[in-house]
């Protein structure tokens, strides 16, 4: 079963623009992760943040927390056309053993 | 600097053979998971191992699924008697610890005719 959601599925955008994916979960969490994915390639970790963190950034970008919505956002700024894949949010389950991955957004970026 | 590495990266095979696939994690992490991918979908969790140990399998994991790390470094995922549904992305992935972000190879691609 997946743990997160993310929303939307999928995003086209202007290069340039910023693009903002969702990611909503169901249970609590010790910590939450953000990967990135090109076609046909294995996942790319981007960013984690902490149950008691409310926002990360990391060069372009940001992501936020909100514990009580169960829920965060990712925020990628100033987007260029190599931000075009497939964006995961993954949460730690119960026994903080291993990770548990949404389904997903794919963005695209147009030049 | 060595990444995850996955073996072979395309497998095509007739329904009823068995497959075997290999990864080999980045050379210090404890942890190794094997995923299942498929189309538009995110990684589904079928095994990790901690060490030689696996610690954890998921009820997708049938009985046709097996899955060994002899030495606690490389680990091989073998599917007796392939069914059609079970092509997919296999990816591998190590970490440090439970809690550190995993790093991924490029998967498996598998195809059963």
């Known amino acids: 079963s997946q743990q997160g959601e993310e929303d939307p599925q999928a995003l086209s955008i202007q290069e340039g623009e910023n693009a903002t994916m969702n990611c909503s979960y169901k249970t609590s969490i010790n910590n939450l992760q953000w990967y990135r994915q090109n076609s046909g390639r294995g996942l790319v970790h981007l960013i984690l943040?902490?149950?008691?963190?409310r926002e990360k950034h990391s060069g372009r970008l940001r992501v936020t927390l909100d514990t009580s919505k169960k829920s965060s956002s990712l925020l990628i700024t100033a987007s260029r056309a190599a931000d075009t894949a497939s964006y995961f949010c993954?949460?730690?389950?119960?026994?903080?053993?291993?990770?548990?991955f949404g389904s997903g957004t794919r963005l695209s970026i147009r030049p | 600097d060595t990444g995850v590495s996955q073996n072979p990266r395309h497998k095509i095979t007739k329904r009823g053979q068995n497959v075997t696939f290999r990864c080999d994690p980045i050379s210090e992490h404890n942890r190794l998971y094997w995923y299942r991918q498929t189309l538009g979908q995110g990684p589904e969790f079928l095994t990790y191992?901690?060490?030689?140990?696996?610690?954890?399998k998921s009820r997708l994991l049938s009985d046709r699924f097996s899955a060994e790390r002899p030495k606690g470094s490389f680990s091989t995922l073998e599917i007796q008697r392939t069914e059609q549904g079970d092509s997919a992305m296999y990816l591998c992935a190590s970490s440090s610890t439970g809690n550190q972000p995993q790093h991924f190879g490029d998967g498996t691609r598998l195809s059963i005719l």
């Open positions: 191992f901690q060490n030689e140990a696996q610690l954890e």
């Open positions: 943040i902490r149950s008691n963190e």
């Open positions: 993954a949460t730690d389950d119960s026994s903080a053993s291993k990770i548990i």
